[in-house]
Each structure stands twice: as C-alpha cells, then as structure tokens.
T-cell receptor, first 115, second 111 residues
Framework: EPEVTQTPSHQVTQMGQEVILRCVPISNHLYFYWYRQILGQKVEFLVS????????KSEIFDDQFSVERPDGSNFTLKIRSTKLEDSAMYFCASKGLAGIQETQYFGPGTRLLVL | KQEVTQIPAALSVPEGENLVLNCSFT??????LQWFRQDPGKGLTSLLL?????REQTSGRLNASLDKSSGRSTLYIAASQPGDSATYLC??????????FGAGTILRVKS
C-alpha cells in the first residue's frame, strides 16, 4: 500500500542552525501539507502546497519557514534559523483529488529537537 | 476561529466493551471530518473520513457519525481489544484544505 515517507526520523540541531525536513508523498497525490505537534499539544497546521505554490499557511509559518518541491517526488520543509520553540514532531501529509480521495495521509514524522 | 474539542481526554475500559469517543467543533462550515489513530511517538493513521453531506461511515468495528448542524461527531468502537489502545484524534477540514485537530482521547483497553 502506498505511504508517505519522511526523513530523517529524528534530528537534533543547535539553535540558529538551518534544518531541512524531507518528505516523499504518495506518488499520484497533488496536495501536500506540513503539520507539527509540540509535545503534549494538538497537531497544528503549518502550510499547504498545490500546483507548485503555497495555497495556505498558518501564523506559525513565518519567514523562517519555507517549502519546496524540488523534483517530482520530494517535498521539503526548511527552517532557516531554528529556535528552541521549533522543537516538535513534524508531519508531512498528502492527498489526491476531490471526492473519495479527500483523505489526508500522514507520514511517520520527524522529531526535531533544538538545543 | 474553529475549535475542536474531544471528550473524554482519557478512557480506560476492559477488553470487549463497546465505547464512544466524542468530538465537537465550533464552526459547522466544514468540508469533512476525519478520525485518526496515533500510537505513542508515531504518525497518524487515518481511520475514517465523513464528508459533510454524510451522516456516518463504518469500517470494521469502527463507526463514525456526524451531525454537522450541531457540530458533533462520535466514534463508536465495538468489542474493544487491547490493540485498540492508542490516542484517537478528530480533525475537521475547513474549506481551504487544512485540518484542525482536537487534543485527542487516550484510550487504554485492559486485557
């Protein structure tokens, strides 16, 4: 069964460093998302991406964040200068077209720890 | 701003019991509602999706209902098993694609 994959599974970085989180969405999907979950808190929407551009972003997704689909398979989230409060589990998700393919499928997550 | 609330926050039941998890949302202008399962330290597994025009969906021992006008959904789990132990998350999709999540119900099924 097709699935969303994410790398790395864990990342530890120093405050101020840049990190890139990688995702491979399900191959025929067109909509891509990043969410995050700070430990003990709700899953929060960060950004959605369709047709090679951001379609919606949350207040969290400020100038320190960017997303890219550099080729036909990868979808990346870059944090330019990490802060302590960026420590969280980051989930990538994808979905296909409308109708029965509205389900968003989530990857296993990348646990980011900023020291 | 959409708010999603899940009750109870935690639930512990003996194996074999039928149970109901509740989800409420403040803005009924939703596109659909999804129930997810999250195991500790893991990703989210989609269980059921109900379109806003539907009243319920079933998958195996799971049945989810949606009352959009009152802003409520329930997830019914029949004949619970220890393997059902996990956190169950409810999320509504607003027009515009993003999911808004509740805090989840932590379920423990005792053998």
């Amino acid at each position: 069964e097709p699935e969303v994959t994410q790398t790395p599974s864990h990342q530890v970085t120093q405050m101020g460093q840049e990190v890139i989180l990688r995702c491979v969405p399900i191959s025929n999907h067109l909509y891509f998302y990043w969410y995050r979950q700070i430990l003990g808190q709700k899953v929060e929407f960060l950004v959605s991406f369709y047709n090679n551009e951001i379609s919606e972003k949350s207040e969290i997704f400020d100038d320190q964040f960017s997303v890219e689909r550099p080729d036909g398979s990868n979808f990346t989230l870059k944090i330019r200068s990490t802060k302590l409060e960026d420590s969280a589990m980051y989930f990538c998700a994808s979905k296909g077209l409308a109708g029965i393919q509205e389900t968003q499928y989530f990857g296993p997550g990348t646990r980011l720890l900023v020291l | 701003k959409q708010e999603v609330t899940q009750i109870p926050a935690a639930l512990s039941v003996p194996e074999g019991e039928n149970l109901v998890l509740n989800c409420s949302f403040t803005d009924s202008a939703i596109y659909n509602l999804q129930w997810f399962r999250q195991d500790p330290g893991k990703g989210l597994t989609s269980l059921l999706l109900i379109q806003s025009s539907q009243r319920e969906q079933t998958s195996g021992r799971l049945n989810a209902s949606l009352d959009k006008s009152s802003g409520r959904s329930t997830l019914y789990i029949a004949a619970s098993q220890p393997g059902d132990s996990a956190t169950y998350l409810c999320a509504v999709m607003e027009y515009g694609n993003k999911l808004v999540f509740g805090a989840g119900t932590i379920l423990r099924v005792k053998s």
